[in-house]
């Protein structure tokens, strides 16, 4: 894909999502297809017994059991004591992680700025329900993270994340094994976790994404292609005899656009998006491929709501 001399980089939350996307996304809510214990207490339902205001189920008392939750109008029935349970309310964390390699700062619209302005509006989403956000930035520095921003939480640490997001400058080539396994040591909790990318690694996604969905995450991974991607011969396309130079290692490659050509293309572009899908299905990791220029609403509204994601 060819690289945009001079991409867009967004400096402030309007550059990120305006006004009426914030209006239009701001009734959504994060969706789990597990149930996680979470840290602090929050707006979801967990399966542990605790002490919170929903009523769950009643249990004989044992010595030693808390008697200020004996339920005394049982007792004053039947003359024998039961303990009251509650469903506890929990939080749902949600981690995004955006591809910042020099390779997602390529087509046009940029794949870079979409992962940003879609992190914006996915993290807006979690801030405003109340539930614990994390970021993380991973490109070509040592150990693969290029940055994180954690723990955010509630609608006054929107500005937080947008200072931060719009902070990230891509770099190198992604580490993406070691970028994973960083991530899944440092993990705080359980809950959602989306990571957005191309997913063209020279090394493999497999073991990194491996490596997160064994860590307890609900992993998502969002597939995003540049339109020149998905077809060359578009505008902004390529076309005639071309020196191609890889953006992350340097490799050239002189090729000639031809029919032939353009049609083994989109079938090794196919073959590589299914094998992807099918690695994701197997292993219980939601997959979902977009183009860059999809408008942000739209991903989140239509798609990512289809998808089970957001609800």
């Known amino acids: 894909m060819l690289k945009i001399e001079s991409p867009t980089r967004p ?3 309007a550059d990120l999502v305006s006004d009426d996307v914030m209006a239009r996304i701001g009734g959504l809510d994060l969706a789990s297809r597990k149930i996680f214990r979470g840290k602090l207490q929050g ?9 919170s205001v929903e009523f769950a189920d009643h249990r004989p008392y044992v010595v030693g059991d808390d008697l200020r939750h004996i339920d005394w109008n049982v007792y004053g029935r039947l003359d024998h004591l039961f303990m009251k349970l509650f469903l506890e309310d929990e939080d749902l964390s949600l981690h995004i992680v955006i591809d910042a390699s020099l390779s997602s700062d390529c087509g046009e619209p940029s794949k870079l700025l979409f992962m940003q302005k879609a992190a ?15 970021a993380t930035a991973i490109g070509g520095v040592q150990g693969g993270v290029i940055s994180a921003i954690r723990d955010l939480r509630g609608r006054r640490r929107t500005q937080d994340l947008a200072r931060w997001i719009c902070t990230i400058e891509p770099t190198g080539i992604l580490p993406f094994t ?12 359980r809950g959602i976790m989306i990571v957005m990318s191309d997913f063209f690694i020279k090394e493999g996604y ?10 307890g995450y609900d992993v998502f991974a969002l597939q995003v292609l540049s339109p020149q991607e998905v077809d060359p011969t578009g505008p902004n396309g390529i076309a005639g005899d071309l020196r191609l130079r890889d953006v992350e290692d340097e490799d ?23 094998n992807l899908r099918t690695f994701c299905a197997r ?3 939601m997959h979902m491929t977009t183009q ?20």
Not at 120 to 134: I, K
Not at 178 to 189: D, H, N, P, V
Not at 256 to 265: D, E, I
Not at 297 to 304: A, C, F, G, K, Y
């Open 120 to 134: 914006m509006a996915l993290g807006y989403v979690g801030l405003v329900n109340l539930n614990r956000v994390t």
């Open 11 to 13: 400096k402030t939350i």
């Open 206 to 215: 497999e073991d990194g994404l491996r490596m997160l969905a064994g860590h």
């Open 283 to 285: 292993r219980e990791i």
């Open 252 to 274: 050239f490659a002189e090729i000639t656009v031809s029919a032939p050509l353009l049609k083994r293309y989109k079938a090794t572009l196919d073959a590589y998006r299914d």
């Open 43 to 51: 707006e979801r339902r967990s399966k542990k017994r605790g002490e």
């Open 292 to 311: 860059s220029d999809m408008p942000i609403d739209t991903l989140l509204v239509d798609s990512l709501r289809r998808k089970g994601v957001l609800k």
């Open 178 to 189: 070691e970028s994973c396994k960083r991530i899944a040591m440092s993990r705080r909790g």
